[in-house]
């Protein structure tokens, strides 16, 4: 978006538009015997914008509005002139004047009538005369109790006429207009005269729709509560915070899905933002408090006293002028809680941005001592950290360090300043070494790779034989895990040739990352003495070990080398517990099926990616793709873990049972970009979109392809998949002898493996080559003993559709395919079930997935021809059914209707 578009979309935010659109209908539809309408915000809620529309819509009906800014300072204006003015021309703004006054004439310090009530008259009688005129009064906040007065003479005298009357109030209103302003709504609101609205803080709803329409993506939901828990929900604060974002490139859009970068600045605003000046004209004092409660406000009723420390004042004027900035809308204060914190989250930022160095420094100190001191106490488990972080060696550098350290290995979230002000506290070159050493490991397991690198090229470097072998040979794996994650192949060479036996892990790790796996094993079975030397050695070269089993289909020796690499480690080393875990998960799972991993021992939270492939194999569709995408936007997904190779083919398989062929696509050319191990599984998950696209030569190249790869490197894991389909494409060319072939191949591979999961592909492919009826019982059988219900229902369809199942199972697999949202699948299956005269349920379901189902096709790219070849029907057809479903929805262009699924926004 270009920069003058995304000003105008700042200006009128696409949900705020909605909303205005939804309150200014209403206002319109109004009774005229309630000539009075009051709009209630607090600052940057988007009154003035709403009057700013009002105007272009009562212009549009034909109405005169006179639009009034009010300001605190007295401009030479008078109220009675301005409103005067409506007999005279028309100012800029083509017809919609807009004249700033003052309720007191500045000249004579009078008003311009003797009374309320004689001012009133003057003012309706030619208002009336007039006809269609709406005066409009933006910030009545300012208004003296004389000019209020004059409102409310003058709405009993507007009562049943043409002329509206709109004041738009920010809130809270301080001082003695809030009393005095309450009493005469009251009174307007028990005759009838008063129409109100309050313009809430928008929603989830509207944030997404904001957010949508700003990255042309459907925002996540965690990037929604994010904004929200920001924002406050204020349009003036939601889309500074957007276009931070944006011009930070801190969004990443994957599968179609906008998602907030872990390491994400934190946004702030403009120094002459609306929020920050409605604070600023409060007085220095206030400015003061309020820059400093925006570092001290998490530690609750701690703050006021630290406050007036800080700024030299007593702790009960400190209390005053906090209690100033709760009642201006600034602050809230839990009693209960004894917490202070910010109505706008961000404004809080945007306050402590215009701290000075020093100032920030000073202000962390006093927190960090108060916490150690237990003199306060903090409910937000980042904050001692960043303030440890920026009070640096102001406060003991030795307890700062190990309060860092221990944070960062902790903590879900991940910043490098904890880190790196660790670092920079250390006591000596062995610390500071050992420090580095955990930086690299945590900045590893954040996917902050170059980072990684930098720290691993300093211990190199500047301190060097400062780390025990065991630890050398941890910085050494980490390297190798750094250098693949950024595309540097010849330090993974060279590793990989380095005949140092301190370095025989990192070694190995190299071999299996450049995808020679025989060496790998080979070297790991031959070093065992090397790397069993010390815990982290040990644990690593298990779990080397266990991969090279598994990919070679020995799994029960792969589950056993998984095990023992867990129990080399302490119950401090979370994070390889989760990794080794996440190993651990994944062989159950593609060996044994789900009911498997159900047995294993209570285990720390395992990796996203290993829960993203739980979640697809147990048919938790949504939450498998929402994690999927969350691990990928994360940037942790470099290819060095083989639960990423399983990652992105289980929800590439999602994406077609869906509909969302390119979608899937685009998920399989980001592992291969990354280099994940065991790309061949990649080609039989793209070979299945191939092959609904009416591409069967291609599919079958590129099966041919995956099994040859694997085939040259001794891997075995998952080639029966690809063989089956090889099967499937040979018996649909009439080639029984080759698909003989292929069907002995994956004898072969379950011999080998010996595994449930190996042996239902065997089975299916016994019952659909040879007509095997056992076979086929057998496959129903293993298929639902798995637990896997895509899987299951794949299973019924192709029995069926090569007359080896019993169509009633149909209505069964139907029934599963709809609650993983498989449309694709399910219309697929409707034609079968069509053929063998199977009952399909819910006519106007049916209909309404079509429609769904061909949007998202349109959505994903595909031509009228692409889309027939999927659904199996005519171009003719699909033409037919776009024409209508642009007819229903009013979509003019595919342009429109894919940016609607693409959105979130509608279809």
Known sequence: MKANALAESARNPPADTDRNRRIISAILARDSAR?????????????????????????????????????????????????????????????????????????????????????????????????????????????????????????????????????????????????????????????????????????????????????????DPELVTHLRRLTGGLPAALVPAIDAYRRAEEIRVVDGYAHLAPRHNRPTLPANHQLLLSVRRNGP?????????????????????????????????????????????????????????????????????????????????????????????????????????????????????????????????????????????????????????????????????????????????????????????????????????????????????????????????????????????????????????????????????????????????????????????SDSAERRQARVAGMRVLMKLIGNGVAAVEDLPSTPALPASARAVLAAHQGRFDEAMELARRAIASGTIRGHDLTHTFLHEAAATIQLSRGKLTGGRELLMVAREAETPLPYLLDGAEALIDRALGQPDQARKRLLHGVGYAGERDLVIGTDTLLLQLAELAMDRGELAAARRYMLDIERVATRSGTPGTALTLALARALVERDAKASEDAIRLARELGRPYQLAEVIARLVTHKQGDPALLAEAYEILGELGALLNRAWLRNLMQEHGVSIPGRRQTVAENERLLSILVADGLANKQIATVLGTSEKSVEGRLARLFSRTGYRSRVELAMSVLTGLGG
């Open 285 to 569: 004092l206030t400015w003061s408090v309020a820059k400093a409660v925006a570092v001290l406000h998490p530690l609750g009723d701690a703050a006021p006293k630290l406050l007036g420390e800080a700024l030299g004042v007593a702790e009960t004027k400190a209390r005053q002028v906090l209690g100033e900035l709760r009642d201006a809308g600034v602050l809230r204060h839990s009693a209960r809680g004894r917490r202070w914190r910010f109505r706008v989250p961000l404004l809080a930022s945007a306050l402590s941005a215009q701290l000075g160095p020093f100032e920030r420094r000073h202000l962390a100190q006093r927190a960090i001592t108060a916490l150690w001191q237990g003199n306060a106490d903090c409910d937000d488990p980042d904050y001692r950290a960043d303030q440890l972080a920026i009070a640096g060696k102001m406060v003991d550098p030795a307890r700062a360090k190990n309060d860092l350290l221990s944070h960062a290995a902790k903590a879900g979230a991940y910043d490098d300043r904890w880190l790196r002000s660790a670092a920079a506290l250390s006591t000596d070159q062995s610390d500071r070494a050992r420090t580095l050493l955990t930086q690299a490991m945590l900045c590893l397991a954040h996917g902050d790779y170059r980072q990684t690198l930098v720290c691993a090229e300093t211990i190199c470097r500047e301190l060097d034989g400062q780390l025990s072998d065991d630890e050398s040979g941890e910085l050494d794996r980490i390297r190798v895990l750094a250098s693949h994650a950024v595309g540097d192949k010849a330090t993974l060479k060279d590793l990989a040739a380095d005949p140092d036996p301190r370095r025989v892990v990192a070694r190995a790790t190299a071999l299996l990352l450049l995808g020679r796996w025989r060496e790998c094993g080979t070297l790991v079975a031959g070093s065992r003495e090397e790397w069993t030397s010390g815990p982290l050695s040990a644990s690593s070269g298990h779990l080397v070990e266990a991969l090279t089993h598994f990919v070679s289909g020995s799994h029960l020796l792969a589950e056993r080398c998984a095990e023992e690499a867990y129990r080399q480690l």
């Open 35 to 219: 000539p009075l309408v009051t709009v209630t915000g607090p600052v940057g809620s988007g009154r003035s914008t709403l009057l700013d529309q009002l105007c272009a819509a009562l212009s549009g009906q034909g109405v005169r509005p006179l639009l009034l800014r009010l300001s605190p300072n007295p401009i030479p204006t008078p109220l009675y002139s301005a409103l005067r003015s409506i007999d005279g021309p028309p100012g800029d703004g083509g017809g919609q004047p807009s004249m700033w006054w003052s309720p007191v004439d500045p000249l004579t310090g009078t008003h311009a009538a003797a009374t309320p009530r004689h001012t009133a008259a003057a003012i309706a009688e030619p208002l009336t005369a007039a006809g269609d005129v709406a005066i409009l009064i933006d910030d009545a906040q300012w208004m003296d109790p004389h000019s209020l007065a004059v409102v409310d003479h003058l709405a009993r005298r507007l009562a049943g006429t043409s002329v509206l009357c709109v004041c738009a109030v920010r809130v809270p209103v301080t001082g003695p207009m809030f009393a005095a302003g309450c009493a005469t709504l009251d009174a307007l609101r028990a005759e009838n005269l008063l129409h109100e609205v309050n313009l809430r803080p928008l929603g989830e709803a509207d944030i997404g729709a904001v957010a949508a329409a700003a990255f042309n993506a459907r925002p």
